[in-house]
């Protein structure tokens, strides 16, 4: 009877890692342990600044809350499931500076009630306009929001949301531009409106026709802020006018 021969040490290690399998854990394995080394002295200077007196407490829990997600790479590697972790590090590491951020929150609410302080100090003085008072206290109103928005943002910090808190305000920000654009071009609608009105009246087609081309342009204004595309209409409003005066000549 004839036996197929066999490789002994196939058989001894059927799940034996190839050799380039075996490299690139190598690789991976130093890349984290170089990280860790470093991670290592970065706390050893935090501790110290914390000693003499520093508050970077946050900073500090950060970096170990990192060793920890580097020790389970670590285990990940050898463990052979390095791929799937790495697509998840992002969630399972920490957030960063968030010292920094905290001091970034700080100096902008001192500054925001030293603003408001000086306001208040105005609005003492006897001879203060109405027009001026009035600016004032939409100033003092102004900084009052962004002051919640900055508990807002403290809040979200610990809770480690601060990424999505920056978009969220980012949006309110465009939001609220959009908000005031609107307003600017309603405003002008209604006076053309009216001053379309006014043409008909007169009977003067040249005017009507004026009017009516003015309060066009308005409508398809409003309609591009809607949209967010208001660049691109203003752009192509240029260009639009400056081919009318080209038709002129």
Known sequence: MYLKPTNPMSESFPNRPKAGFRAKQQRDRSKVRRRMKELRIQIQDLEIAQQNGEDNSADLMACRGEMQVLKKEIQSIDEGGHTTFVAAKEMLAPKKDMSKKNRSIQDRRMQ???????????????????????????????????????????????????????????????????????????????????????????????QVNTAKEDLHLLLMEKESIENYTHDLFLQNLVRMKAKHERDLL
């Open 112 to 206: 925001f009630n030293n603003r408001i302080a000086k306001i208040d100090a105005n609005l003492e003085e006897p001879n203060l306009g109405p027009e001026d008072r009035e600016a004032l206290l939409t100033e003092k109103a102004r900084l009052q929001d962004d002051l919640a928005a900055l508990v807002q943002e403290k809040q979200a910090l610990q809770e480690f949301n601060h990424t999505r808190f920056v978009q969220f305000r980012k949006e309110k920000v465009d939001s609220d531009k959009q908000a005031d654009k609107l307003k600017g071009v309603n405003a002008k609608i209604a006076r053309a409106e009216e001053a379309l009105d006014q043409a008909k009246e007169t009977g003067d087609a040249e």
